[in-house]
């Protein structure tokens, strides 16, 4: 399945984040962002357009409403950060550390996560298409009741997520790891995985293997 990537224009408007989002209408639009800071900021209903954002931090920032397109993150901090409600659609977000975020009922199109750290975020009431996190480490993550469409998980590390009441049919993970997980049978149900997964599952349902 492709995924559609970010279309950003070359020429870009430098931009001082904490400037544009102390506006009456925060809103960043055809903007190369670079060494800003938000952190700690409660800042509602914000707009990212066609934007490329890098060593950026909005750690402990709240950003309820949150709606992006067209965004490149590069080396950014989400560490704790609450983006419930959050839109992202046609973005990507490379080796950025996204430890402890909140993306309760968050809504994804088309979107990457490459390189990035998002062990403890809590992806709750999520619903997204075409996804991908590609070599991530996601230990602990929460994907309690989300519909994902079109997701992949690729040589990511998911180490006790819980994807408890979250149907994995067509759902891909087939090449990442994990020794433990929260999941039901009946959600596995269509799910992706290698043989050496498939045992892993098994185990975990209770199931007495014996080669003999």
């Not at 959600?187 to 043989?195: A, T």
Request: hydrophobic share 40%; charged share 25%.
């Amino acid at each position: 399945m492709k995924r559609n990537q970010p279309r950003i224009p070359e020429q870009l408007t430098s931009v001082q984040l904490q400037d544009a989002m102390h506006e009456e209408d925060p809103y960043v639009l055809n903007a190369s962002v670079i060494d800003s800071r938000l952190d700690g900021q409660t800042i509602e209903r914000a707009h990212f357009t066609a934007a490329h954002i890098k060593n950026t931090s909005f750690q402990g920032s709240v950003l309820p409403g949150l709606f992006l397109t067209d965004v490149r993150f590069e080396n950014c901090d989400f560490s704790n950060a609450d983006l419930t409600g959050i839109s992202i659609h046609r973005a990507s977000f490379h080796n950025c550390k996204m430890l402890g975020v909140n993306f309760t009922e968050a809504r994804f199109t088309d979107v990457l996560f490459e390189e990035c750290i998002c062990n403890l975020s809590a992806f709750v009431h999520a619903k997204w298409e075409r996804v991908w996190f590609e070599t991530c480490q996601l230990k602990d993550a929460d994907f309690f009741d989300c519909q994902l469409k079109h997701t992949y998980f690729a040589e990511c590390n998911l180490e006790s997520c819980s994807f408890d009441e979250t149907p994995l049919k067509g759902v891909e993970l087939r090449t990442s790891e994990f020794e433990h997980m929260t999941i039901s049978m009946e959600d596995l149900d269509g799910c992706i995985v290698s043989s050496v997964q498939a045992v892993q599952f098994a185990a975990m349902m209770g199931l007495d293997i014996r080669d003999e």
